[in-house]
């Protein structure tokens, strides 16, 4: 449902106000594989907006979704993969970052 929700440029700022970023994060690290792959899609929509990437990166994000789109099972690799290339959009630091990781 937040993968939908967060397809609307209004939403995206709406959801990451809200504190959602943090909590999606965690279930990458921590969820089960549907929660892992949920947060993950839900984190590609959220990362097309510039400031919710700075957010993403500064909550940790880099290195689960990294080992996500390394491990994951196939649908929570898509979602992994195409979060890395929202977050790498227009962001060098993030770009060094998702190479570290």
Do not use: F, H, Y
Not at 11 to 19: E, H, L, M, Q, T
Not at 38 to 52: E, K, S
Not at 82 to 101: F, G, H, M, P, Y
């Amino acid at each position: 449902a937040l993968r939908n929700l967060a397809v609307n440029d209004d939403n995206k700022v709406s959801i990451a106000a809200a504190g959602a970023i943090s909590p999606l994060v965690e279930l990458v690290k921590n969820g089960t594989d549907d929660a892992n792959m949920a947060a993950a899609a839900a984190l590609v929509n959220l990362a097309r907006d510039a400031d919710n990437r700075i957010s993403i990166a500064a909550a940790g994000a880099i290195p689960p979704i990294v080992n996500l789109a390394k491990n994951g099972t196939g649908r929570a690799k898509e979602a992994a993969v195409r979060t890395l290339c929202n977050l790498a959009l227009k962001d060098a630091e993030n770009q060094v970052s998702i190479a570290a990781a």
